[in-house]
């Protein structure tokens, strides 16, 4: 992916139900886990996410999503990934390039990589996938499990029609046991319908099913809960914190861990829309204790135009000469 802003998002969406994608690509259905794609060790750049699916019989499923401008590039790379892939598993290996927007997409991209000398039979034909997911009907991945939701706001929909979709993924997410995929869910949908829609629509849209909030605290402790398993001299208090804290947050030691995740998910949060912050904005985040004040910003950061209007911070002067 050209924008490395978007993988943990991506990534946590295969994740969440990474049997939904076989059928998505036409592919047969089976038992389906995540594998690692460490082809990164022989090649610069690893796949985004790689499926092992246990049909009759078996194969690896690879995704590669693609949300920047460089997707002419694309070809060459998914036939090498195949081929290392299959290489290291020793199945069939099926790619997917999974188009986030129409400004990813390429002529290049045709489903076909060819290579060979001028007048002669191609020496190699690799057939790959194409998904582009503004011109799929939203039923796709409204009725695909919570991992295929967030990708329903940016499919075939118009503006209008956005109220009646989010209004069709709360009932289902509500139906469904466990509130933190919920939360990760409609965090994944936040960042990939900025994909496509300004900020001040989202924070209407999405205001009714107060997710942010709710995924900032969930994330937070789910994280400090595993440094909790880990911490010594604190396993009696801090256990119990792991256990019945996932809701309340009220253990001192993971207020602490919460307050760090929620810097991070501000700083993601900054990054997508104002890019890399200086020195002072940095500053300025760590500077910021308050969990309840951590997660006040959210909201605020639709209405804000940069890191200095986010965080309150003086405005650089500009040089009259």
């Known amino acids: 992916m050209a924008d490395k802003r978007f993988d943990p998002t991506l990534k946590t969406l295969v994740d969440t139900t990474p049997q939904a994608w076989p059928a998505l690509v036409d592919r047969p259905a089976g038992p389906t886990e ?12 690893a796949a985004d996410k790689v499926l092992r699916v246990g049909s009759t019989p078996p194969y690896v499923l690879h995704l590669d999503f693609q949300a920047g ?13 195949n081929a ?3 290489n290291r598993h020793q199945l069939p290996v099926q790619s997917v390039a999974v188009l986030l927007k129409p400004e990813a997409d390429s002529p290049a991209l045709t489903g076909t990589y060819r290579r060979g000398f001028p007048g002669e039979e ?16 939203p039923a796709v991945f409204l009725s695909g499990g919570p991992g295929l939701l967030p990708l329903a706001p940016i499919s075939a929909v118009t503006a209008a029609e956005l109220p009646g979709i989010i209004q069709q993924m709360n009932v289902q ?13 409609w965090a994944a949908t936040y960042v990939l319908m900025g994909l496509r829609y300004p900020r001040e629509l989202l924070g209407t849209l999405l205001q009714g099913v107060g997710s942010m909030k709710e995924s900032v ?3 937070a402790i789910v994280e400090e809960g595993k440094a909790l398993g880990k911490a010594e001299g604190k396993a009696e208090g801090k256990a119990e914190g792991k256990a019945e804290g996932k809701a309340e947050g009220k253990a001192e030691g993971k207020v602490e861990g919460a307050v760090e995740e929620a810097r991070k998910l501000l700083r993601l949060l900054g990054e997508e829309g104002f890019g890399a912050p200086d020195a002072k904005a940095v500053a300025a985040l760590e500077r910021l204790t308050d969990l309840a004040e951590l997660e006040a910003m959210i909201p605020r950061r639709l209405s804000a135009g940069s890191w200095q209007e986010w965080l309150g911070l003086p405005t650089p002067r500009r040089s009259s000469g």
């Open 34 to 45: 995540v594998v690692d794609a460490d082809v990164a060790l022989t090649l610069s750049g």
């Open 84 to 86: 290392l892939l299959e």
């Open 69 to 81: 401008h460089d997707s002419a590039a694309l070809p060459p790379l998914l036939h090498l990934r």
């Open 217 to 219: 605290t969930y994330q």
């Open 122 to 137: 191609p020496y190699r034909i690799f057939r790959y996938r194409v998904l582009r997911v503004w011109q799929m009907p």
């Open 173 to 185: 997410l509500e139906r469904r046991p466990g509130r933190a995929r919920a939360a990760d869910v």
